[in-house]
């Protein structure tokens, strides 16, 4: 499958497909990446031992120059620290304004690596290589960034990649756990724009957990044009792309509450687009919009109820630090139908704690 993301006078395609690492050198020089520097590319130590050497070898027999750097798995790497030991890496590789970045990871390696790409003598290419289901979200929008102790993506830049190249087969290495929490971003597309779609994933939930390449590619493939659609429309109707965040205000409080290793992202927007549903029933969505989001789910193996031990206190204090909150009203984003959602700006703080003692 091919897919063109449009943002502003840019635009990129994104390859989905099997066995798609064997085309790299053939679809880089499609796409303008130079054989005459030297590229990068980025990955993590999980990945490394499993797709690194592939990837390499493909690039190298099609005449390009490779060098590569290996970073520690997980959201640490994202730091500033990474990026000057991989702007060292790169100077002492030779990589000049012509070179690419090549980003073969999950969403901490495209951020990470995009970064570099974004900041390296002010801006060089960038490809993305996308390893995990969770980055069919971070491989769309061109949003870069490296953390900082006090917030989180907070050192960032705008910065789109020459193409997108995701190979199914690299999925099949991944652990079942990360597969869920990747599919929880896939239905939160659905949820927000495409009710066929969120029909589609409920009859097809037993595919996508077995890595089922059709399914896993048109899912990849409709999650990644809701969300080019939804940050390409946002460039006009200022706003829209804030429907995205569905599930994510409950969410985000969750992962801080319950710590970020006892809760994958995923799975606590799992949680969060069930409270989302729960809410949006309360304020008048029929009730199948709450047994759907839940069904759904439940089904691509997601957790929907709250660990019981998670203070509700403590959650409503992290969710009024996500600076939504107002004088005892939040911006939620309240689903209206299956596919539908709005930007409610005046959610009442005690409906919220109704919801959230609910969800235990
Ligand atoms: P990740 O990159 O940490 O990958 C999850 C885990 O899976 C890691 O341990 C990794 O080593 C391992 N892994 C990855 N691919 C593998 C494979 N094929 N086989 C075996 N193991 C593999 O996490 P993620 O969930 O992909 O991404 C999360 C990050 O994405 C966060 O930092 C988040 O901020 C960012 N993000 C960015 C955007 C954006 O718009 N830029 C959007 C959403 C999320
Ligand atoms: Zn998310």
């Given at each position: ?7 502003g ?10 066995g ?11 796409h303008?990446?130079?054989k005459?520097?030297p590229?990068?590319i980025?990955?993590?130590?999980n990945?490394?031992?499993r ?9 190298q ?5 490779v ?5 520690p798995?997980?959201?640490t ?8 030991r991989?702007t ?5 590789s ?8 090549v ?9 990470l690596?995009g970064?570099v ?6 801006g060089?290419k960038?490809v ?7 980055a069919h979200?971070?491989?769309?929008g ?16 705008f ?5 997108v190249l995701?190979d199914l ?6 652990p079942?756990?990360?597969v ?56 006009r109707e ?6 995205l ?15 970020y ?11 969060g687009?069930?409270?989302s549903?729960?809410?949006g029933?309360r304020l008048g969505?029929p009730?199948e ?7 759904v ?10 660990p019981?031990h998670?203070?509700t ?6 969710m ?5 909150f ?9 689903p209206?139908a299956?596919?539908t959602?709005?930007?409610n ?8 704690r109704?919801i ?5």
């Amino acid at each position: 499958r091919e897919l063109t993301v449009e943002l502003g006078e840019r635009s990129y395609p994104i390859y989905i497909g099997e066995g798609l690492l064997d085309e790299a050198g053939k679809l880089f020089e499609r796409h303008g990446i130079s054989k005459k520097s030297p590229l990068m590319i980025i990955t993590d130590e999980n990945i490394a031992g499993r797709h690194l050497a592939h990837l390499e070898s493909v690039l190298q027999t099609a005449g390009f120059a490779v060098t590569s750097a290996i970073i520690p798995a997980g959201e640490t790497s994202k730091s500033l620290r990474e990026l000057e030991r991989l702007t060292g890496i790169a100077l002492e590789s030779g990589l000049d304004r012509k070179s690419a970045i090549v980003a073969l990871g999950g969403g901490v390696v495209g951020d990470l690596a995009g970064f570099v790409a974004a900041s390296y003598m002010r801006g060089i290419k960038f490809v993305q290589v996308p390893t995990t289901i969770l980055a069919h979200d971070s491989s769309v929008g061109g949003k870069v960034a490296v953390n900082h102790p006090l917030a989180k993506n907070i050192i960032g830049a705008f910065h789109q990649p020459e193409l997108v190249l995701y190979d199914l087969l690299t999925l099949q290495t991944l652990p079942e756990r990360e597969v869920k929490a990747g599919l929880s971003e896939v239905v939160k597309h659905g949820l927000i724009w495409d009710a066929e779609f969120v029909t589609w994933c409920d009859e097809n939930a037993g595919k996508l957990l077995a890595l089922d390449a059709d399914a896993l590619g048109y899912a990849l493939y409709k999650g990644c044009s809701v969300k080019a659609a939804v940050v390409s429309k946002d460039e006009r109707e200022n706003d829209l792309r804030a429907i995205l965040n569905l599930g994510h205000t409950i969410g985000h409080a969750l992962e801080a509450v319950a710590g970020y290793n006892e809760l994958l992202h995923g799975e606590a927007i799992a949680i969060g687009m069930i409270g989302s549903a729960k809410l949006g029933v309360r304020l008048g969505a029929p009730e199948e919009v709450y047994h759907v989001t839940k069904r759904v789910l439940s089904r691509v193996g997601l957790p929907v109820r709250l660990p019981e031990h998670l203070d509700t206190d403590e959650i409503m204090r992290a969710m009024m630090h996500d600076k939504k909150f107002q004088e005892g009203t939040m911006v939620f984003i309240v689903p209206t139908a299956i596919g539908t959602v709005e930007i409610n700006k005046s959610v009442s703080a005690a409906l919220v704690r109704e919801i959230v003692e609910e969800l235990k």
